[in-house]
């Protein structure tokens, strides 16, 4: 699968949500997202973790957090998580 690149100046929250959501049910795409820490109110800077699933409800994305040892899995709403990256 051919990694997408995307300028966080051209590309707007709902655009985001809907290419996050999209990726996230289509089988042969896998979602990695780089964040910084401090804006979940988290130890550390950047940092990369996969995303597991959409929320609706709640408008929030799952991150899976690749140091499960430090930090487990979270739900973080659209607009913060937009904020982080």
């Keep these: 699968i051919p990694p997408r690149n995307v ?4 590309l707007t929250l709902s655009q985001m949500r809907f290419d996050l959501q ?11 997202v780089n964040y910084d820490r401090k804006a979940l109110g ?7 973790s996969p995303l597991g699933a959409y929320h ?9 957090d690749v ?9 973080v709403g659209v607009e913060t998580l937009w904020e982080a990256m």
Excluded at 7 to 10: E, L, S, V
Excluded at 56 to 64: E, K, N, R, V
Excluded at 67 to 75: E, L, S, T
């Design 42 to 48: 988290q130890l550390g800077g950047g940092h990369f």
């Design 22 to 32: 999209s990726a996230l049910v289509d089988p042969d795409s896998r979602v990695l």
């Design 67 to 75: 140091a499960k040892y430090k930090y487990p899995p979270v739900w």
């Design 7 to 10: 300028d966080p100046a051209r």
């Design 56 to 64: 609706a409800p709640t408008d929030s994305f799952l991150i899976m």
